[in-house]
């Protein structure tokens, strides 16, 4: 059975660090990409960044492009995202996805056939 599990959000102030976590356990031999999603109240999920299972290519909103990281490392089948210079903006639920099938890139969460439940990150000014 297939499940991801996030970790490592927190409050932090503006212009501090994050890294979240994303353990998936089960059969995962066969995904193709994970992704990292957020989600504010009031707003629609959106796309944040993702990485291919077993290449080394990566794609990010613009918004967090040069301050966001996202890593995979597979003999652990965990997934990464280091956030640097963190902004208000940026406070949201954030959801760990995996396994849209072979497309890419996968930015749409329609795609996505496995979940996280989420794990809160806020920043403050």
């Known amino acids: 059975q297939v499940q991801l599990v996030e970790s490592g959000g927190g409050s932090v102030q503006a212009g501090g660090s994050l890294r979240l976590s994303c353990a998936a356990s089960?059969?995962?031999?066969?995904?193709?990409?994970m992704a990292w999603f957020r989600q504010a109240p009031g707003k629609e999920r959106e796309f944040v960044a993702a990485i291919k299972v077993s290449a080394d290519s990566s794609m990010y909103v613009d918004s967090v492009k040069g301050r966001f990281t996202i890593s995979r490392d597979n003999d652990k089948d965990t997934m990464y995202l280091q956030m640097n210079t963190l902004k208000p903006e940026d406070t949201a639920i954030y959801y760990c996805?995996?396994?849209?099938?072979?497309?890419?890139?996968?930015?749409?969460?329609?795609?996505?056939?496995?979940w996280g439940q989420g794990t809160q990150v806020t920043v403050s000014s």
């Open positions: 089960g059969p995962t031999f066969s995904w193709y990409s």
């Open positions: 996805a995996a396994d849209p099938g072979p497309v890419w890139p996968p930015s749409r969460a329609a795609e996505y056939d496995y």
